[in-house]
């Protein structure tokens, strides 16, 4: 049985009705929408997504006290945001599939995914709007300029920069985790708690999606096709730079021969084939893994930081932490 995520499955009993809610006002936005929205809104949110961010929004808004359903809106946004943010992705590396099927690019075409994607996002900030928070806003903004500057300094990264390592995890930390620590901030701060523990609420949500990003970048070189929903190498074939292939350029010596058949994009699949056997034959995904570990570690020892905190709530959160870790999708 795949273990991924069960433990956020388990978290999400206390916060079913709610996360509920928040497909049903996926759906109702959809259905407010023109007809040209409607049919794409309808193929994206198909009830496929994990909607691990506004669940982790409602996980640390949680507490006896506090009337969640008033934050569903705030939780929806952040979803949008989302997949504003995959929509947009999938023009910029030029993907051909998401989720097992056909990215809306190609189903449509790059035009629309981009429009859908502006469509959904405004419709995000009008719904944090109505919060009438400032810090709420203020937070949310620089989540979604993190994203942007996560993604152009990918889209500079150089296969023979001297600290490419260091600048793969400045923009997942900016494109992946940003993300994840912006939804717990914003969860533990709509819930009422105090400055300290909102800190150690960013610092979980940031340490998690940064392993949670480095497993997701793991699994294009070692996962399933079925499982993922994404193919293979995907990353690769799109000169998407991830740390079991930065690993590689960086110990084997074989950067500048890489770099060439990367720079080629008309390159045989025999070349990247090769290039990703040298990925499977090195130290990358071990390297990784590992470092996921290193992450996964920083993320409990932010729970272990948060007073006060349900007890039970703490060893799911932690459970979810090492789960995180044996995702296989």
């Known amino acids: 049985m795949n273990r991924s995520l069960d433990i956020l499955e388990h978290n999400r009993r206390l916060i079913e009705s709610e996360m509920a809610l928040v497909e049903k006002g996926l759906r109702t ?3 407010a929408a023109g007809p040209e929205i ?22 640390a808004a949680y507490s006896p006290g506090v009337n969640l359903k008033l ?23 030029e993907a051909a599939t998401r989720r097992g099927r056909e990215a809306v690019r190609i189903r449509w075409s790059n035009k629309i995914s981009i429009l859908s994607g502006d469509y959904l996002l405004s419709s995000a900030f009008r719904m944090l709007a109505d919060y009438r928070s400032w810090p709420l806003i203020d937070l949310i903004i620089n989540v979604v300029r993190d994203m942007s500057e996560g993604e152009m300094e990918q889209a500079f990264s150089d296969p023979l920069h001297p600290n490419l390592e260091e600048r793969y995890f400045q923009w997942i930390g900016k494109k992946s985790a940003s993300f994840f620590a912006g939804c717990c901030k914003a969860g533990s701060l709509l819930g009422g708690e105090n400055s300290d523990n909102q800190s150690d609420w960013h610092d979980f949500g940031y340490n998690l999606g940064i392993a949670f990003q480095l497993i997701d970048d793991l699994l294009d070189y070692t996962g399933s096709k079925v499982e993922t929903g994404k193919p293979l190498y995907g990353d690769l074939n799109n000169r998407v730079l991830t740390l079991p292939l930065i690993r590689t350029l960086t ?29 499977l034959d090195g130290d990358g995904p071990s390297y990784t893994y590992h470092k996921a570990g290193e992450y996964a570690g920083r993320a409990k020892e932010a729970l272990y930081r948060m007073e ?5 709530k703490k060893q799911q959160l932690l459970q979810l932490v090492q789960d995180v870790l044996l995702r296989k999708k």
């Open 29 to 31: 936005l959809v259905n």
């Open 38 to 59: 409607k049919a794409v809104g309808d193929y994206v949110f198909n009830g496929t997504g994990k909607r691990i961010r506004p669940a982790l929004f409602f996980i």
């Open 71 to 93: 934050l569903v809106n705030a939780a929806t946004a952040l979803e949008l945001i989302h997949a504003s943010s995959l929509l947009h992705d999938d023009v910029i590396d």
């Open 251 to 279: 110990v084997t010596g074989q950067a500048e021969p890489i770099e060439l058949i990367l720079q080629d994009r008309d390159a045989s699949q025999r070349l990247m084939k090769s290039v990703a056997q040298a990925v």
């Open 308 to 312: 006060p905190l349900n007890l039970d």
